[in-house]
């Protein structure tokens, strides 16, 4: 009776057991329906359903079969090592291997347990880099070597790493069956995760695009290192896992079988066992070969000599050697499979274990020591004529990469002859000079604008608009002619966090903070009142003349379109929200009062009916959504608002840009009247993997800036414009997703008025001609022409000058346009070298000008300049007595202006208290050639400096010594 209530126990224990686990099954199920369903519902939403199906398929397929397979080897190989194991070997079998006795058999079986748990530690941390990071330009994950056990290890501290291998190991010796099927499956499931993250690496092999262009060692074509390469590395990522556990596994299984142990001796394998591991041992053998047959063109980005990619020792030993040692390791292989299959009895054991511990030898001193070797005694002694051709290499392949050969460089030899009548002349650059930088606009914006808590201006973006008539003019009688003025703008964003918190309830966070409102748009050169910015574009709420921000005139209001700038897509939008309910949505504040409004754009899903709340109630986690009764029928979620995670979402192929900007543009669509702010950010496509060329600090050896993205700061559409369609990496993504992809010329001439060449690609590529603008390889070797970015003040600490846009007129070019510009100076030295100009308008757009000047005269630099700033007894003591009087001075970026044949340097001098940030600005610096001056305007300053003898300003004015080189 006992024993029947026991086993009823049991039987409903074990039936809860199952009931849970099939709960836990369903919600899972349910929860990647919910996950699935909602996701094929937001792509259908913003128009790219087949993308979605695309990546999915590619990714699911990926892992389904990399899953199955792994599944398949590791635990079918260990299906078929238990079940030799219970066919007991017969005695005095002449195919029957040696017995192994206790004093061998422990430390070995314990050196392969040790050796399973590093194998599985390693796999474990790349899964979780890769879960944790979902982008699809991931690295090829790192081979199971002594360097990769050594990283690992210190990531998760030695200690506890070696402690958790140790107690896994004793684990093993006491559950080996259930924990090796236990890691066989863990591990099938680890190479699902980290295969299908390479989903887009896979597209890109099957519809690759050719270079036209090929590396001069193995003379093949670009593509296969971009599209081909990337995959047969994965591939042989993959293989090493599975064959070293699918044989250390076996040979652990047979190693205890017949309780070898605790009998004190292993009485040997039996001749399907010895066949069983050298067909495994045979397939191991065979991913070394491949690895080796790989690694030859892993050269190509070898570090060894004095320039990117192979080199002499590279090309005229490294390069055999890993072709040979392939070779050998392929007939190997083939020997232990005839052995496998045809000659067991007759294996010689001693001989194999020779042979390997000499092949493993041959291959460590054919990777380290001979090259050094060779590097030392032959290289070294006579290296530039030995490196000359790679170094040739290099340069060609990473100027090409990084599309430098396309760079139009002249010399630019400043005359030091600029008269107040070339100022007038060029009165367009005089009045586009930045006078405010983004930091100290953006403190003003926050102290100004801001108008409430809960909004922010996360960023200020430097563009051009065409203004009307005498908007910038200085006199009132100069014609009424449309002009472009550089300015700053900024987004007003909401920030539902800064809310404060007593009000941080759902239906506030949900349904009625919702968006953000207006902008801020500034002119770079002028100064308001007390020396605060100058508005064209402020303020919120009703103005009175039908607009909803404030215009400095009327002239401004016909030049920049308004209408409604609501922003429920931007930067800083993180949150979920649903439109269209019983609650109305905050629009504006106006006075004590605020004004409400309901959104009535394009964006969103519909969750009027009961089972959709419950799908995005699953999805979002947020149950709120089925018991509130604010719901109609036609409410809509919006969700991922944040304009990074939507376009990222759409094509996580592509590289972003940090630096998004809002463009105000009529774009002339009916559906968008009314709604005149979008989003445009640039894409990139990018590799590690062009030979020979040199992958800096950033890991990335080639770019272009391919992909134009506009998204509606109302709607929420997203639109991917090709900007360069000669990149072949596009073209790729082109064939894969015809109907992502629009050609540049179906953006609307509005927008397309404001692209401007992106700082993250121009940073990147004046980084490379640092060094790789020396195409002479004695000059490259000895390095002599080296250049580098300057330092400036800022604030009262050196930085790095930054690129910046300019609206001038480049030496030989008659008119003005919008630029991007950088200066160089010879390393370890502070006078110009050179300046870098990118230009941004029409035609002429993504061209690169060098203007490099004479190497025999001396070009003042931004440190020179600054440094004759801040010795100056009157500037120095103005600044000092600024800052010790309860403010202090910040000294703005320090711009080199070029006009005619000439250069001028401009610094902007801000007040700031120190209890309460308001930025103003009191000095301009200028100074040209022998003279600085500071004076309360640029006109002022200039005239000082250009007209020093007719004007009365109260300019400070010191000449300036000719510094020694």
Known sequence: ???????????????????????????????????????????????????????????????????????????????????????????DLSGRSPQIELNWLL??????????????????????????????????????????????????????????????????????????????????????????????????YIRPTAFNSSEPVFNRDISFYIFALPIWKLLEFWLVGLCLYSFVSVALTYLQAEDSVSQ?????????????????????????????????????????????????????????????????????????????????????????????????????????????????????????????????????????????????????NPQGQLTYADIQANDLTIRNIRLWDQRPLLETNRQLQQIRLYYQFPDADIDRYTLKANLTAHSSNSPAVAERQQTLIAARELDYSAVPQQAQTW????????????????????????GLPEYFVKDIGDTGNGSSLSTSNSAIASSIPIGQPRIYYGEITNTYVMTGTRVQELDYPSGNDNVYNTYDGRGGINIGSWWQRSLFAAYLKDWQMLLTRNFLPQTKVLFRRNITQRIRAIAPFLQYDRDPYLVVADTQIPENKGNYLYWIVDAYTTSDRYPYSDTGAQGVNYIRNSVKVVVDAYHGSVDFYVADPQDPIITTWQKLFPRLFKPLNQMPASLRSHLRYPVDFFKLQAERLMT?????????????????????????????????????????????????????????????????????????????????FPKQQLVYGPEQIEARINQDPVISQQISLW????????????????????????????????????????RVVVAYENRIVMAETLEQALQAIFQAEETNTPAIVRPVEEPTQ
């Open 264 to 412: 004190g001796r292993l009485q040997g394998l039996s001749l399907n066992q010895q066949r069983h591991l050298l067909a495994l041992g045979s397939a191991s053998v065979l991913v070394v070969a491949f690895g080796y047959w790989l690694s030859r063109y892993e050269l190509l980005y070898s570090n060894r000599g004095v320039a990117y990619g192979a080199s002499y020792t590279d090309v005229n030993f490294q390069l055999p050697a890993y072709t040979v040692l392939s070779l050998i390791a392929l007939a190997i292989a083939f020997l232990l499979l005839w052995q496998a299959i045809f000659s067991v009895p007759k294996t010689n054991h001693k001989f194999l274990f020779t042979a390997t511990g000499i092949y493993a030898a041959t291959a460590i001193a054919s990777s380290s020591i001979f090259p050094l070797a060779i590097q030392r005694l032959i290289v070294q002694p006579n290296e530039l004529a030995r490196e000359r051709p790679y170094i040739e290499r290099s340069i060609a392949l990473t100027r090409l990469a990084f599309d430098l050969e396309n760079i139009d460089a002249r010399t630019f």
């Open 107 to 204: 430390p070995l079986i314990l050196a392969l347990n040790l050796l399973v748990g590093i194998l599985l530690f390693h796999y474990i941390q790349v899964g979780i880099n890769y879960w944790h990071d979902a982008n699809s330009s991931l690295a090829i994950p790192r081979l199971f070597t002594p360097e990769s056990i050594w990283q690992t290890s210190k990531q998760l501290s030695p200690y506890w790493y070696f402690g958790l291998v140790g107690g896994l190991a004793i684990a093993l010796s006491v559950y080996p069956q259930f924990l090796l099927n236990a890691i066989a499956t863990l591990l099938s499931l680890i190479m699902g995760v980290i295969l299908s993250a390479h989903w887009a690496k896979l597209l890109q």
């Open 883 to 922: 800052n010790r009087q309860g403010s202090r001075a910040i000294q703005g970026n320090l711009l080199v202006v070029p006009i005619e044949q000439s250069l001028l340097y401009v610094e902007p001098i801000y007040l700031e208290a120190d209890q309460n940030s308001l930025p103003t600005l009191v």
């Open 772 to 852: 790789y603008h020396m195409i002479d390889p004695q000059v490259f070797y000895n390095r002599e022409d080296q250049w580098q970015i300057p330092n400036e003040v800022y604030g009262n600490k050196p930085q790095l000058v930054e690129p910046y846009y300019l609206i001038t007129s480049l030496p030989t070019v008659p008119f003005e346009e919008f630029i991007l510009l950088l200066p160089y100076t010879p390393s370890q030295r502070t006078n110009l070298i050179a300046w870098l100009a990118a230009r941004s308008d029409g035609e002429n757009y993504g061209k690169l000008l060098l203007y490099e």
């Open 507 to 530: 239906v506030n966070q949900r349904l009625i903070y919702t968006h953000g409102y207006g902008f801020t748009l500034s002119p770079v050169n002028t100064v308001g009142a007390g």
């Open 1 to 91: 009776m006992q024993i029947s209530l026991q086993k009823a126990k049991y039987a409903l224990a074990n039936l809860w057991w199952r009931a849970i686990v099939i709960l836990i099954g369903i919600g899972l199920f349910l929860n990647l329906v919910a996950h699935l369903w909602v996701e094929s519902l937001w792509f259908q939403e913003v128009g790219y359903l087949q993308v979605f199906l695309l990546q999915l398929t590619a990714r699911g397929g990926l892992w389904a079969i990399s899953c199955s397979v792994s599944a398949s080897y590791l635990l079918g190989n260990l299906a078929i090592a238990r079940k030799l194991t219970r066919v007991k070997p017969v005695k």
